[in-house]
C-alpha cells in the first residue's frame, strides 16, 4: 500500500500547484478511482497466488500453471469419474484417488518444470512451471 499512498501524494501535490477548487474534486475523484483500480489489482494478484487446477471433461485446465516457488496449487476434480495426479517422475507429488468434487493440493517449494498427468487415464496432462 505505500506505492497507493505516495500516487495519492503526488496527485494532490499537482493539485496544489496546478488546480482551482473544482479540480480538487475532479482530482480527488482520480484518486479514488485510481486507488480502487489498484486495490482490485491486489485482489487479482493473491488469487492468482494459490491457484487452482480444474480437472473437467478429461482434462486440467489450466494445461499449464506458471507460480512462484511456495506456492500451493489445489486441483479439484469437477468429472463424475475418479482422477488422480502425479508428476512424471512418480517422486515429487501423488494424489490419492480423487472421486468428484475432492481436492488435493501441493506445496512447490523448488522452481523447476513439473510434467504431470493422471496415473487412470496418461492422456490426460498437465504441467506446473515454477520459477524462483
Ligand atoms: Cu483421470
Redesign the pocket.
Known sequence: MNELAVDAVALGGAYKLTSSAKGLFRNLAVVVLLLTGQCFAAAEARAADAPTVT?GN?TFSPQVTTIKAGTIVTWVNH?D????ILDNNRKVFRSKVLDTDDKFSFTFAEPGTYEYF????PH?TGQIVVTP
Open positions: 480437472i478429461f468429472d469419474i475418479p482422477h488422480t493422471c496415473g487412470l487415464h490426460m
